[in-house]
């Protein structure tokens, strides 16, 4: 703990040090008042304890969480349900959310502003019960699909945009595209729509404008009673920029720090948002700047960074190609990891790995990875997701300028709706729902053959469901609850008077992600071997261990039987080939078409956190997996596919079995290389994601620990408050984490499953 | 051709430079008594078994037609002399309690684990590691995975402790690129009490490879009891000193091309010799610390050979 004396004055370092702090101060009193808490960390600060509220509620991306409230404030309905629906209401309520919320100023960073509140927590219902997808459910629920209708964000805005404007020039530009749109929207439904919007966006920034206003009225107030010089000169300087940056756009490094800060906040507290992009390349020209006139040095830069990242848990991508395929690795993207290093807290960075991208960024990056342990960077295989998404029919030019903004995934700043990691198909549930129909027919003589066919069928039957389900969302959702701030950073949606999930943007590229590959496919393999080749056990005898859960007698042998055989991830085994199979079989059929309404869909791997959730509805695989177990991990093999557990092999089983259309199929994976940094480490870990890379991968979170550490806070996490790992796309506090998520995160380092 | 092999490691870097496959040949002429891989020492198939993984199924008593397990008072009883280790009871155990260590393979089969990985081995400069066990006991087979492997263009590596005839090491020279040796012990009655064999034939072995032109890396197994001293170090050390000038003397650049690294001892291999019903004598034997493998690796610099410790 720094003591503050009242007159010292702190490094950056130690103030650095006092920011980490107070965060994980804050991440304690998180832990106690809302328990676990299974997602990215987000940087949320819990109201003042007089202003405080506790409900259950939803997460952005479908999750059923706990969130604190700010008590008091009441949302304003504007329907029977309850419920605040379309632009107007949605704007007007999120203003009034923003007029109330606390102000805060941490007087040790350079950036003022918190955020406390959720404003998806106050949406009750979520969806408008006016718009019935009732035609949908049966096969929704048949399949247990993450359907993404009604889901938020995940798509990437432009920030350059808003540095450029400002509020002020944001306030403007609405203004005049409103004045223009009511004179030029002939057809007056449409225009009631469109001036609906405008409203909508327009509260939405004067929300913005009063936050930012009292912030600078109280920096301003706290500055004049701030004993320590350090501190006073601090807030006095918070108190002019935020002045400023009620209208204006930020000039200098700092501001626009504090811009984005404002901005990301804000984003994230509408709707979750945690896009950002490519801060190196959005930051350069203001760093450049401030340093060719003197008044920045590195120090002070990483400080600013730091204190961006302590407010916001966004996706960050460092490096890779601009449009034109040169690298634009500079020296900022440094400066932002050497910050994500000093604050060793939950972030996500992204550092491109490519062929003409800087290779001491992957060298500076896997060094972190072995000082800090804690997960940060990640790494994109930046040439891999830009020659795949040129197979949807896009120029180079414009694939590269597709940037790392979310979990797993990458968007067009400004230009592109994907509705990325919201669609998921439990691959497991469509095989259960074959084998089920396959056992039920007695006309018919059970084989692999058939399973296969059946669970293609029902793949596709699943797959059509989601895309119907895409349509609607595409059709309806800017009427339930508009991306408005999203919007402001776009191109196309103020000026057309159009939300990005409703045209107002140029691209629509879906995301479409299969999840429990590596269940799916040792469960066929499993069946393949034992029952149709070995004939150990008939069809109808696995049937009814599966019915049983494995109970009864001779039920655990038999899971042990089918859990035995060489497993996805072996290498070369049958499993192996069904993972391949089953992957290109999925591929395929998400690419077969586009949606009826002739949207483009994207194939990818990935199960983000949902493994437990999805896991838990779907009963015994023939795999040996038990009813109500996690599912497998995106792309990964099940823990303990190989007695080695060689990384290696995991990195060419996933490269294998990539979809390859721009959207990634992950490699999670944990090393405890037994090797330090000194002793080559270094070289070991990073050619090891280079070559997964090379071989096709798309993406690796990685953790590198000391894995008897983890084991020991498993036993007890509050003895380690300040570990963190990458739990999937994100990461987190280990101790903030339930028990079943540590689990999952403790049983993929056991490598003997 | 084939041989008998008992494990092959994926992603293995601590076998020589890079990210390498390393493939542990059964079988060994010495039988030192902190083995890590007592499983390597047997040159034939063995059983192992885990008792904490049986399930009790008796699949195993039913599957061996051999009298070598068998149900004696409703407990199952594994009779090692009456086992002809023909995998039957293996096949049947499900629970991974009852496991075959050592497999008739291949250099097919060999190469198709290690082909693998051929994309890591040349971003990271790795490559095959052939180890054991001692894999120049087998020497044709290892020549032939050698050989093979240097067609495919991937970089090889043996690890032997020299107990063999030098024609078994002159076989497989041609297709080797790096030479990893242990060397234990300088003195002979020590060595045997250590590892059940004099030293005269590794050192002959030792001698011969520093007259070839391959790089050598010599490896000491830091085992306290047997060689952890600073004296018993120092005296290896003194010794690759006189192989390096013997290099020189040859024309060799001996200084560049022949070093040694020193290797803790661990103590992890407890529950395998449990398994294969053997006796771990190193069980009460402490590991070194860092700072004493420091200083011993400090008494071997004095002979002015690069060393590198763990
Ligand atoms: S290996 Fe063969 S002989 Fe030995 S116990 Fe098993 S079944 Fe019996
Ligand atoms: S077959 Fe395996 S699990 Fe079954 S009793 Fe024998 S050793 Fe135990």
Redesign the pocket.
């Known amino acids: 703990m720094i003591e503050v004396n009242e007159f010292q004055e702190l490094t950056y370092q130690e103030r650095i040090d006092s920011l980490r702090e107070t965060k994980q101060r804050i991440t304690q009193e998180k832990q106690q008042i809302i328990g676990s808490m299974d997602h990215d960390d987000w940087g949320l600060i819990l109201p003042p304890p007089d202003r405080r509220e506790i409900v259950q509620t939803m997460s952005a991306s479908g999750m059923p969480i706990t969130d604190a409230l700010i008590a008091g404030f009441k949302v304003k309905p504007n329907h029977p349900s309850g419920g605040f629906f379309g632009p107007k209401a949605v704007g007007e309520n999120f203003r009034a959310l923003l007029e109330i919320h606390p102000v805060y100023i941490d007087p040790v960073s350079s950036l003022a502003g918190g955020y406390m509140a959720n404003f998806m927590s106050y949406r009750k219902p979520h969806w408008n019960p006016d718009f019935d997808f009732g035609f949908l459910h049966v096969d929704q629920k048949r399949y247990q699909l993450g359907t993404g209708i009604g889901a938020a964000q995940h798509f990437c805005h432009d920030l350059s945009i808003g540095f450029e404007l400002g509020w002020g020039g944001l306030l403007e530009k609405i203004r005049h595209y409103h004045d223009v749109q009511q004179a030029e929207e002939k057809d007056p439904e449409e225009r009631t729509q469109k001036m609906d919007f405008y409203d909508g966006l327009e509260s939405v920034v004067l929300g913005m404008q009063d936050w930012i206003r009292r912030t600078s009225e109280e920096a301003r107030k706290s500055s004049l009673s701030e004993a320590n010089p350090q501190r006073r000169e601090n807030l006095e300087a918070i108190a002019d920029i935020n002045t400023r940056l009620v209208n204006e756009p930020p000039k200098t490094f700092r501001e626009a720090c504090q811009w984005m800060n404002w901005y990301q906040m804000a984003a994230r507290m509408y709707n979750g948002n945690g896009a950002l992009g490519r801060m190196d390349t959005l930051l350069q020209p203001y760093y450049q700047r401030d340093i060719d006139l003197g008044i920045l040095d590195d120090e002070e830069a990483i400080f600013h960074i730091a204190c961006f990242l302590v407010r916001n848990t966004d996706y960050i991508q460092l490096g890779g190609p601009d449009e034109n395929g040169s690298d634009t690795t500079n020296h900022l993207s440094f400066l932002i990891l050497e910050a994500a290093h000093r604050l060793r807290i939950p972030a996500n960075v992204g550092v491109c790995v490519g062929d003409h991208t800087n290779p001491d960024l992957l060298r500076r990056g896997v060094e972190i990875m072995f000082e800090d342990k804690c997960g940060v960077p990640k790494f994109l295989g930046i040439d891999r997701t830009t020659e795949g998404f040129m197979k949807n029919g896009y120029e180079a030019e414009l694939a590269r300028t597709r940037a790392y903004s979310g979990c797993h995934w990458s968007a067009i700043p400004g230009r592109e709706y994907t509705l990325n990691d919201c669609v998921k198909v439990n691959f497991g549930r469509v095989f259960e729902v074959a084998l089920k129909e396959m056992m039920a027919d007695t006309t018919i003589e059970p084989s692999i053959a058939r399973l296969y066919e059946l669970y293609a069928k029902h793949l596709q039957h699943a797959v059509d469901t989601i895309a119907k389900g895409l349509d609607y969302h595409l059709e309806h959702y800017h009427q339930v609850f508009p991306e408005l701030f999203l919007d402001l950073l776009c191109y196309g949606p103020i000026e057309k008077g159009l939300d990005a999930s409703h045209g107002g943007v140029e691209f629509y590229n879906l995301c479409v992600d299969g999840s429990a590959l590596a269940t799916v496919a040792d469960s066929f393999a499993a069946l393949e071997q034992r029952v149709e080749k070995e004939k150990r056990m008939s069809w109808q005898e696995i049937a009814q261990h599966l019915e049983n859960n494995w109970k009864g007698p001779d039920g655990e042998k038999a899971r042990l039987m089918m859990k035995g055989i060489s497993r996805y991830g072996s290498g070369n085994s049958p499993a192996d080939g069904w993972a391949l199979k089953l992957s290109q079989l999925f591929t395929d059929l998400v690419k077969e078409k586009p949606t009826p309404k002739g949207y483009n869909m994207i194939p990818g791997l990935f199960s983000w956190a949902n493994t437990i959730p999805m896991g838990k509805h779907l009963g015994a695989t023939p795999n040996g997996r038990r009813a109500g177990e996690p599912i497998s991990h995106g792309a990964n093999p099940d823990p303990g596919y190989r007695k080695d557990g060689a990384p290696t092999a995991m990195a060419v089983a996933i490269a294998s079995v990539q979809p390859a259309y721009g959207n990634t199929a992950p490699m999670q994976i944990e090393l405890d290389p037994g090797i330090t940094k000194d002793e080559g480490g270094v070289d070991h870990v990073a050619d090891l994601i280079k070559t997964h890379f090379d071989l096709g991968g798309t993406q690796i979170n990685l953790n590198i620990m000391d894995a008897a550490q983890v084991l020991e806070a498993h036993k007890d996490p509050s003895k380690y408050p300040d570990l963190v790992v990458r739990v999937t796309g994100f990461s987190a506090y280990f101790a903030s984490l339930s028990p079943e998520f540590r689990q999952l995160v403790v049983n993929r380092i056991l490598t003997e499953g | 051709m084939d041989g008998v092999v008992f494990s092959i490691q994926r992603f293995s870097i601590h076998d020589g430079p890079g990210i390498r496959t390393t493939v542990f040949f059964k079988g060994c002429t010495l039988h030192c008594f902190w083995c890590h891989n007592p499983e390597g020492i047997r040159p034939k198939p063995d ?1 192992q078994f885990f008792p904490e993984r049986c399930i009790a199924c008796n699949e ?1 008593v039913k ?7 068998t149900l004696v008072n409703g407990i199952r009883v ?1 009779d090692r002399s ?9 096949e049947t155990c499900y629970s991974g309690a ?1 496991i ?1 260590t050592g497999k008739h393979m291949t250099v097919d089969d060999v190469m198709s684990e290690v082909m693998q990985d051929r994309a890591f081995y040349e971003t990271s400069g790795g490559g095959i590691t052939l180890s054991g066990g001692e894999p120049i006991m087998q020497p044709d087979f290892a020549r032939a995975v050698l050989e093979r492997s240097k067609a495919e263009g991937i970089s090889t590596a043996i690890e032997t402790a020299g107990n063999v005839p030098w024609e078994f090491e002159e076989r497989v020279l041609p297709f080797t690129d790096l030479i990893m040796m242990d060397i234990k012990h300088m003195d002979s009655a020590k060595h045997r009490w250590a590892t059940g064999v004099p030293n005269e034939r590794v050192l002959s072995t030792a001698r011969h490879f520093a007259m070839t032109d391959k790089p050598i890396i010599f490896r000491i197994p830091v085992i306290p009891t047997v060689n952890d001293t600073v004296e018993e170090v120092g005296a290896i050390g003194s010794y690759i000193r006189d192989l390096i000038e013997l290099r020189n003397q040859n024309g060799g650049d001996g200084d560049h091309t022949i070093s040694l690294e020193l290797l803790p001892f661990h103590k992890l291999a407890g529950d395998k010799y449990r398994s294969l019903d053997m006796d771990y004598r190193a069980k009460d034997l402490k590991i070194p610390t860092k700072a004493h493998m420091a200083e011993l690796a400090e008494a071997a610099k004095t002979h002015q050979i690069e060393v590198r410790s763990r």
Request: charged share 15%; hydrophobic share 35%.
């Open positions: 059983i195993c599957a061996c037609t051999h009298g070598a397990t594994y009456k086992c002809i280790v023909c995998g039957k009871c293996v009852r075959l």
